[in-house]
């Protein structure tokens, strides 16, 4: 079993920074690609991000892009997201997940509990 835990979610001003941590146990942590999600109140959980093994990662698109970074340290089984630039419309529950595939088709098949965003205008 997988477990999942995230951590440094909070309250921070537009335009402030936040660094989220996602902390992975249980089985070897190379063999899993990591993706982070998000879902505001009254959506859908969205993609934010995903690694691999190798720490080649994707990102959802221009609403992220450049403002976001995902990365992950093999000797700590952690995956960060840093986030900058931060907006009002970036308030949510942020969610790690571990799966297996390949950029672009990977099967979550683990998730963690979250760890609430908010930023204030």
């Known amino acids: 079993q997988v477990q999942l835990v995230e951590s440094g979610g909070g309250l921070v001003q537009a335009g402030g920074s936040l660094k989220l941590s996602c902390v992975v146990s249980g089985r070897t942590f190379s063999t899993y690609l990591v993706g982070w999600f998000r879902q505001a109140p009254g959506k859908e959980r969205e993609f934010v991000a995903v690694?691999?093994?190798?720490?080649?990662?994707?990102y959802s698109g221009d609403s992220v892009q450049g403002r976001f970074t995902i990365s992950r340290d093999s000797a700590k089984n952690t995956v960060y997201l840093r986030m900058n630039s931060l907006k009002p419309e970036d308030t949510a529950v942020y969610f790690c997940?571990?799966?297996?595939?390949?950029?672009?088709?990977?099967?979550?098949?683990?998730w963690g509990q979250g760890t609430q965003v908010t930023v204030s205008s």
């Open positions: 997940a571990a799966g297996t595939g390949y950029i672009g088709n990977v099967n979550y098949n683990y």
């Open positions: 690694i691999n093994q190798i720490g080649v990662s994707a």
